[in-house]
Nanobody, 115 residues
């Protein structure tokens, strides 16, 4: 069963950067597309970005295009989300999951962006 542990969140000012990491436990990590999702207070969880099994294809929600970059290291079983030019509206708990996501979610990592 897949276990995913997110890390790297924190509190930054608008315009700042953070790099999130997601460590996976499953042996076949490189077989799966992965995604980052986020949930802001009082809102539904939403898609942020995804990456295919090899890292050769990436997809982004319109609201992060040009600011966020998803990447992966299959040898380390880790997927990353580099977040630049952060905005207060990026404040949320960020989760990683397979893409499409399973029903099993990790604890997420909190990102707080102040103006």
């Amino acid at each position: 069963q897949v276990q995913l542990v997110e890390s790297g969140g924190g509190a930054v000012q608008a315009g700042g950067s953070l790099r999130l990491s997601c460590a996976a436990s499953q042996r076949s990590f490189s077989d799966y597309a992965m995604g980052w999702f986020r949930q802001a207070p009082g809102k539904e969880r939403e898609f942020v970005a995804s990456i295919n099994w090899s890292g050769g294809r990436t997809y982004y929600a319109d609201f992060v295009k040009g600011r966020f970059t998803i990447s992966r290291d299959n040898a380390k079983k880790t997927v990353y989300l580099q977040m630049n030019s952060l905005k207060p509206e990026d404040t949320a708990v960020y989760y990683c999951n397979l893409n499409p996501p399973t029903t099993r979610w990790g604890q997420g990592t909190q990102v707080t962006v102040s103006s």
